[in-house]
């Protein structure tokens, strides 16, 4: 078997090295800040105060898992370590990376013999405990080197029918060459902005209803806690998705510390970049996304201009501030 | 010829009689509040001090306009008016009605003999220099004893590319039975919607474009007024809201007057709810509401909860507020 | 204990009565056709020959449960028993009706003292093994009545994620008063709409990345039942949606069965409407609705007239068939 | 004044030729098929059997415009006339270039002292009667030394409101340095598709209120190229697009030479591309964009699975084809 690190130690890289300790692997960590590690220490890894002492530590072959910002930060490290590995070593791009950087890379590292997988990984900071879903694209050699540790990082649940997993291990997908991990993750995180925006408009919706001053015939005092709660189980949007947004209900029904922006990371916007060149309709990603847009943008000019031609062609004054 | 009234003299109703004085018709005019009879009085029009005065003061076959909001103040003036005028009468109701109320209003008003005329009018208050474009729903033969009024109320202006219109009166068009014309007016409304949504996302655009701090790559010092007065002319966007876009950075090229909270009147809510029930998806005229009804939110819970939900699965903290 | 009806055996009432059946109740079941009857009482149920033959059949307080089609034979079912049954019973709507029928049926039942449920019921045809999610609304009496047959039908299994339900029992809501049941079912529905729509959006994604002719660069070669499978556990995505999509495609990865023209029900159309009353921006419904009455239509003409304009400014010719 | 040439007669370039010719200037053409060359040639252009041939005919300083399509025919053209030019020549590049290649093409025609302009060219066809609408980008002296040119190519027309154009040349605008100029006509076309798509979504609606199968209770039977012609005149939307949809109403109001698959070309999803990466909503834009990728589009994958889910939870079978 072969010799494991992690590079990275933010939330996802904690939760998946903290699950292959739980596992009972023998794991070598870094990080460029110490926190984390001492950290990971006190849990069982063997730290390292250099990229060059992590790769001291591991016998060959060596397999490092990188779980890095994408882009630079994470060009850099492949760089890097590229110098320190040796032939038949396998580097792991476990982040959010761009699908159309693995190709570069892998070249980059095929040169020295090094193996390149590029691994979607979902599951947010919850996969410490549910496991993992992991979409492993690169060569296959390198994929069955790594596969004790995508063994224990995959989830062990059933599918949530209760149902056996058809065939192979559950909520794992090697899906095939070079990039076609982080292709399916981006694919993956599209839909997930679609779903999650699809639940916000209807619990937008709910909160209308209950209040009085915006859906004005409507006299419900609904319970948007309760109603989240019941939709988990047996109905057809039952979801991950609809889990957290209960259980951030129930924590407080009036999600009074969140001031609604959104944030958008890079998935969403290479797809829906992708769905343009290949003239796929991506409505609903659209509308995901130009909603996150919408949520940081206070100021609108188009607004404004719409808001002088009503007053150019009709004399129409603009609304007042609802406060 | 038949003998000319108008009921509501707001800045729509204004305009009409303007025009048709400026024509040489004789006009007599009523309005609830009495600074607008004044003020067309002033121009040579005839006031009346009440609906009962308005039509004792016309000779039969009487003719009368309302320009009035839709909804209810329309039906109270149609009732009124239904008990104060005799058969062979003609009412038109030029306003922003919904083309439903129509069918019912023409049967209560055939009951008495009285003729009813829906008559979609586009042209906001220019049109008393350019004339309205009118959209005649309703009997020929009422139609055919308003001519006159509708003959000097259309525009006397050629195409824009300077050509004869084909056929018949330009900027005027009988659409069919009662109803139908408020129903063509509700789709030009839509169009409306769509076509002033498409011209503020370009000059949301090009205003980012000219914010460094939004385009940061670009430094491009774009002069929106300069733009938009180029646009007007053979370009393939030349327009009539292009043109209204033109002054009003002429005037104000910060448009520093207006918040950017824009109304929406009930056409293009109506003719997305028939889009809905008839099967016929309208992505352009929903974009153009939704883009409204936006402007006007300054709250959405929905986003609180996608903030919340991405705090569920990804501890990812709100982006922080760009001021 | 009430005695328990059931009017209306298509596929959903023949679920929800099997699951009673499965608990132990005792059933009085009612068919306008008789097959789906005698398929009941095989499975222990007694049948009943008219709806006046059900009512004779049960003792008071009766409570029958309609799972009829929405709109006409609701209203004409809840009349006939309004007709039959005494002050006390419950009347029960558990059907996709319309929320803003449910106080004038509540009303028109009241006069003789019977009690309206509407009950938004979600699950489809698997409830009958995983339990229905349940949106109760109306008087806190008659669902308390009610509530062993509500307590049958809810599910038992616990939250995806394992946890105990917070509070009460899993899958099940007392929404509010009269209505609120439908109309929190309608948001289910509307949610449920764009979550469909983000998910088919994603497939037809790497449906096209799979087929070298769309998109161009690529050569993937995605098994997409292999991925849908691998997203039903620990991804953000999981959800029964994900699990029905992975089934299918298990069963055929081409769908060749299947035509793509996806029919809409009420719900979705409901609550986009009342989106549009109420200004609260709905676009990922919006696309998931349009995105359906696309898929039913053939031949546009609002297409043919933007060739027609294309033609006439640049001289474009329509682009081939790819046939 | 200098001396000019024309490189690409394609349906603009002998258009911007031909109005040339007609206001007098002395031109020089070059195509590389030869029939467009002849034409001009008897309209009084000289004709030039080369590249190298065209450079030798016109006298220093040489302008020569280059009307092709955008991505390598241009490079390509502009790397053999930079060899072929001299220092204080002036490339200009009217077609519908991508506007950040104009910056490289600029620098590397600099290093030879050649000056580049990127001119947005509106107008189409047309523009031969009409003017083109100009937005010209690149440094002053070049533009200056082009002036003449500008003057002729702009409209002579006045806005369409009657009033004098404000400030300059109608039809014209300097937009800045290099690339700005097709920067503002990417922007231009953007607004022109969400337009166009508005446009399109009326008179599809109207064409279903006019078919009784589609709006079923309606019964106008409107006559669409009188509703077109109408608006074209004093309507809120009155427009060169709806003038060109009334005069393809008018031609055949079936439209029965048109299938409606509706090509795209590169502006509308550049700028779409550009809105995703700098966070401005663009909802209009992108129903545009989706429904002419919807046009070309048979079959679809996602439709599928959507119709394979709703089997999966409810059963539902698909509704059958209209045909």
Redesign the interface.
């Known amino acids: 078997m072969a010799s494991f690190g992690i590079y990275g130690l933010g939330?996802?890289g904690q939760a998946i090295a903290l699950r292959l300790l739980r596992n009972g692997h023998r794991l070598h960590v870094y990080n460029r800040s110490p926190g984390p590690i001492d950290l990971l220490v006190q849990a069982g890894a063997q730290g390292a105060t250099s990229l060059a002492h992590l790769v001291s530590q591991l016998e060959a072959p060596r397999c490092i898992w990188l779980m890095l910002p994408a882009g630079e930060p994470t060009d850099e490290a492949l760089v890097a370590l590229s110098e320190l590995l040796s032939p038949g070593d396998v580097l792991i791009d476990g982040g959010n990376s761009y699908w159309k950087d693995a190709a570069r890379r892998a070249a980059m590292l095929e040169k020295r013999g090094i193996a390149f997988l590029d691994v979607g990984t979902?599951?947010?900071?919850?996969?410490l405990d549910?496991?993992?879903?992991?979409?492993v694209g690169g060569p296959a050699e390198a994929a069955d080197l790594v596969d004790p540790i995508f063994a224990s990082l995959?989830?062990a649940?059933?599918?949530?029918?209760?149902k056996e997993?058809?065939?192979?291990r559950?909520?794992?997908?090697r899906?095939?060459?070079c990039?076609?991990g982080h292709?399916?993750k981006m694919?993956?995180?599209?839909?997930?902005?679609?779903?999650?925006?699809?639940?916000?408009?209807?619990?937008?919706?709910?909160?209308?209803?209950a209040a009085p001053s915006?859906?004005?015939n409507?006299?419900?005092?609904?319970?948007l806690?309760?109603?989240a709660?019941?939709?988990?189980?047996?109905?057809?949007?039952?979801?991950?998705?609809?889990?957290?947004?209960?259980?951030?209900?129930?924590n407080d029904p009036q999600?009074s510390?969140?001031?609604?922006?959104?944030?958008?990371s890079g998935e969403g916007?290479w797809?829906?970049?992708?769905?343009?060149?290949?003239?796929?309709?991506?409505?609903?990603?659209?509308?995901?996304?130009?909603?996150?847009?919408?949520?940081?943008?206070?100021?609108?000019?188009?607004?404004?201009?719409?808001?002088?031609?009503?007053?150019?062609?009709?004399?129409?004054k603009?609304?007042p501030?609802?406060?």
């Open positions: 939330r996802m979902s599951g947010g900071v919850h996969g549910r496991g993992f879903c992991l979409m995959a989830p649940e059933l599918a949530p029918n209760g997993p058809h065939g192979n559950p909520g794992f997908v899906t095939g060459p990039g076609s292709f399916v694919v993956h995180n599209g839909i997930e902005y679609g779903m999650m925006q699809s639940i916000a408009e209807g619990f937008e919706f709910l909160a209308a209803a915006r859906l004005a409507e006299k419900f005092e609904l319970k806690d309760e109603i709660e019941a939709w988990r189980r047996s109905s057809v949007i039952s979801s991950w998705l609809v889990d957290l947004a209960a259980e951030a209900l129930l999600l510390a969140f001031s609604g922006r959104i944030e958008d916007r797809m829906l970049h992708e769905a343009i060149e290949n003239r796929i309709p991506a409505p609903s990603l659209a509308a995901a996304l130009f909603a996150r847009f919408e949520s940081r943008t206070d100021a609108r000019f188009g607004n404004q201009l719409l808001s002088a031609m009503r007053m150019g062609f009709g004399g129409h603009e609304p501030s609802p406060n």
